[in-house]
């Protein structure tokens, strides 16, 4: 695989609970471990970006979904698999992750992610990664490597090489809320 240096590199950040700067399905994220506190309040700083705001988390499969949320409505899934777009879902009851990852309501916002890379890295790490734009609180999200500021490139532990000149422009996922069997958009 062309970009296993590249994994190996990002596990070993993940593992000492450091922040990542890596390419995902949408644009391009600052990541760590989702089940560490302290790694995700290094993260909440490095984006200056309040607390009370969650942040998204990437899994691989739906059967991740059930380890980090209470109850979800399992048509949900079906849903998801219509949608032409990346789609980050924010369920009630989250488990299994850091407690500065919820929404005040104990939320947990999970994307199912079909980008290569993100899957191969946490298949390898073995839990889910906090994914939020490379970019501080407020400012545009980076739909390019060139597009990241240096604030950010300085704080983070490892920037991932692979796809930093990738030609094409990504935007961020939609976001939605599931209530009664429909989807609720929170961001288009």
């Known amino acids: ?109 999970i994307r199912i992610c079909a980008d290569p890379f993100c899957r191969h890295l946490i298949k390898r790490f073995g839990k889910p990664i906090v994914s939020t734009s490379a970019n501080l609180h407020g400012e545009q999200s980076p739909s390019f490597f060139s597009d990241i500021s240096l604030s950010i490139l300085d704080q983070v532990d490892y920037a991932v090489s692979f796809r930093r000149d990738q030609p094409e422009t990504s935007r961020s996922s939609t976001v939605i809320r599931w209530e009664n069997g429909m989807p609720i958009v929170v961001r288009p």
Not at 5 to 25: F, M
Not at 33 to 59: F, G, H, Q, S, W
Request: proline fraction near 5%; aromatic fraction near 6%; charge should be negative.
């Open 1 to 109: 695989m062309e970009f296993e240096l590249e994994i190996a590199a990002c596990l070993n950040v993940l593992r000492d609970g450091g922040v990542i700067l890596y390419p995902t399905d949408t644009v391009w994220g600052l990541g760590c471990d989702a089940t560490n506190e302290n790694a995700v309040a290094r993260l909440y700083e490095i984006k200056e970006r309040p607390p009370d705001l969650p942040m998204i988390i990437l899994v691989t499969e739906e059967q991740d979904v059930l380890k980090h949320v209470a109850a979800p409505d399992l048509a949900l899934f079906d849903y998801l698999k219509t949608t032409n777009h990346s789609t980050t879902v924010m369920y009630e009851g989250g488990i299994g992750v850091a407690d500065n990852l919820l929404g005040s309501d104990g939320s947990v916002a």
